[in-house]
């Protein structure tokens, strides 16, 4: 590929560029807001830092180039360099806050995680400790036949097991009749268990530990920088804070291409794209024979129609 069509190419990869880090520096401003007015005037303003970021150098090259006053220039100049200044602190914020977020969502889902495991865990080791029984539907049958002796309706469901006047007292009855409560009471707690041992193995089995794409950047680019397999908490923050500023400052350098590709520019008026007479004599050649390229040959079939026409 030819430098002057790579040149063109790169015009529009820079104007692309520009946008794409505009769109993230617009994001964090819009995110600061408190309101939708706010968010608005934040967004558009450092949405344009980007852009200044991008073409600031490309006018002030443009000013020299046509001989305007140094002031031009230096204005140029100036909000470019405060431009990059804006633009890396909001690519830093919006990093940070990026990868932030990541690491969080990852932490709580491995909480979440852990936290239904030891429920799991602790629900199978109670059910463990409970001794085995009937099913309930066993012990409310025969629950069910003593409450429907007349005897148990004169004790009032065996809160009163010698009742005054009967003669007569229920005590031993009362007492089957209260093992019986306490086995139905133990059968609906392994119930219980067991249906919450079902509910958590399931949700378990369908979910897993958090992972977060930038802690697992941070953390083996720490363990490069401080060649250590484990390396400790704070090393992991600096290195993310390394991480950080260079991310920012990779997207605030794509608006250079603006300034590479005008430098490059064949429309600036380099002789690459210096065109010739359009009827080249040569000096050893004779005025009646012409050398005519292409170009100007249908430049002059076309202007002699449209003389004719």
């Known amino acids: 590929m030819h430098i002057d069509t790579m040149a063109k190419r790169a015009k529009q990869v820079g104007f692309v560029a520009t946008a794409i880090t505009s769109a993230v520096t617009a994001r964090f401003g819009w995110l600061q807001g408190d309101d939708v007015i706010t968010s608005i005037v934040y967004a558009v303003g450092l949405g344009l830092a980007s852009f200044m970021v991008g073409y600031g150098l490309v006018f002030a090259w443009e000013s020299r180039k046509r001989n305007m006053p140094y002031g031009v220039t230096i204005a140029s100049v100036a909000i470019f360099a405060i431009a990059v200044i804006v633009e890396v602190l ?7 806050s990026a990868r932030s977020h990541d690491m969080a969502r990852a932490t709580e889902q491995t909480n979440a995680y852990a936290d239904t495991r030891n429920q799991l865990d602790q629900a199978r080791a109670d059910l463990a400790a409970i001794r085995p029984t009937r ?23 065996c809160t009163n097991p010698n009742p005054a006047g009967s003669g007569r007292g229920y005590g031993n009855s009362c007492n089957k009749y209260n093992v019986l409560k306490g086995e139905l009471a133990t059968a609906q707690n392994r119930m219980a268990l067991a249906a919450k041992i079902d509910q958590l193995a399931g949700t378990s089995a369908t979910s897993s530990a958090g992972h977060s794409v930038a802690l697992a950047q941070t953390k083996a680019v720490a363990s490069y920088a401080t060649w250590s397999t484990n390396p400790g908490a704070d090393d992991q923050a600096k290195t993310n804070m390394a991480i950080t500023l260079i991310l920012a400052l990779y997207f605030v350098s794509l608006g250079l291409v603006n300034l590479v590709a005008q ?27 012409p050398v005519v390229d292409e170009l100007s040959w249908a430049k002059a079939v076309q202007q002699a129609q449209r003389k004719s026409a």
């Open 90 to 96: 909001s690519h830093v914020g919006a990093n940070a």
């Open 263 to 289: 430098a490059f520019d064949p429309e600036d008026g380099t002789p690459a794209e210096q065109h010739s007479a359009e009827i080249v004599r040569p000096e050893f050649r004779k005025p009646s024979t």
């Open 135 to 157: 099913a309930p539907a066993a012990v409310s049958a025969d629950m069910a036949r003593i409450e429907g002796a007349k005897w148990f309706g004169n004790t009032s469901g």
